[in-house]
T-cell receptor, first 112, second 112 residues
Framework: SQQGEEDPQALSIQEGENATMNCSYKTSINNLQWYRQNSGRGLVHLIL?????REKHSGRLRVTLDTSKKSSSLLITASRAADTASYFC????????????FGTGTRLTIIP | DAMVIQNPRYQVTQFGKPVTLSCSQT?????MYWYQQKSSQAPKLLFH???????NEADTPDNFQSRRPNTSFCFLDIRSPGLGDAAMYLC???????????FGPGTRLLVL
């Protein structure tokens, strides 16, 4: 299975601090994506990073990808209470045109 | 706004009573997915359609069936729901398999 594992499983930080979540996967990938899920809702796409990219930014989000270590990290800077959610990484295998395999998720809680 | 719509948002059914969940999209995406998500777990892919081509996951129970009568609509049929089928069911679409997925809000199924 290529399922990613995320670390930590749960993270609680004070509002304004930075939050870092990590994702590891097992086989070569074409791209890696991060999604957010608020409780009881669908997933929302955050960032897609391709295997030939090392870093990507979107607003307060920064994603890195290290294909040699088969790992990725998601950094949320200056966290806000509204960032409280579960965050999932998902990978597409390197043959392209494949389904995504989701990681186990990190539950992030921002304490006001 | 283009979006993925799921109806109903909440569905209560009785043990063994067939139930159908629906999903529609206005994105005109080629690929549609059905996921099952249980509490605090990653979404688990049940099947996906690439256009009209149906792709079943190996571990999807026979109790689950799907139909995609046209580009816009996709249905999930649970022929004889068991207590273990209570979960959130998420529909998603993507232009191409492996690319960014757009999720609906989900249907929470309760089996009595």
């Amino acid at each position: 299975s290529q399922q990613g594992e995320e670390d930590p499983q749960a993270l609680s930080i004070q509002e304004g601090e930075n939050a870092t979540m990590n994702c590891s996967y097992k086989t070569s990938i074409n791209n890696l994506q991060w999604y957010r899920q608020n409780s009881g809702r669908g997933l929302v796409h955050l960032i897609l990073i391709r295997s030939n990219e090392r870093e990507k930014h979107s607003g307060r989000l920064r994603v890195t990808l290290d294909t040699s270590k088969k790992s990725s990290s998601l950094l949320i800077t200056a966290s806000r209470a509204a960032d409280t959610a579960s965050y999932f990484c998902a990978t597409e295998g390197n043959f392209g045109n494949e389904k995504l395999t989701f990681g186990t998720g990190t539950r992030l809680t921002i304490i006001p | 706004d283009a979006m993925v719509i799921q109806n109903p948002r909440y569905q209560v059914t009785q043990f063994g009573k067939p139930v159908t969940l629906s999903c529609s999209q206005t994105l005109n995406h080629n690929v549609m997915y059905w996921y099952q998500q249980k509490s605090s777990q990653a979404p688990k892919l049940l099947f996906h359609y690439y256009d009209k081509d149906f792709n079943n996951e190996a571990d999807t129970p026979d109790n689950f069936q799907s139909r995609r009568p046209n580009t816009s609509f996709c249905f999930l049929d649970i022929r004889s729901p068991g207590l273990g089928d209570a979960a959130m069911y998420l529909c998603a679409t993507s232009l191409l398999a492996g690319e960014t997925q757009y999720f609906g809000p989900g249907t929470r199924l309760l089996v009595l």
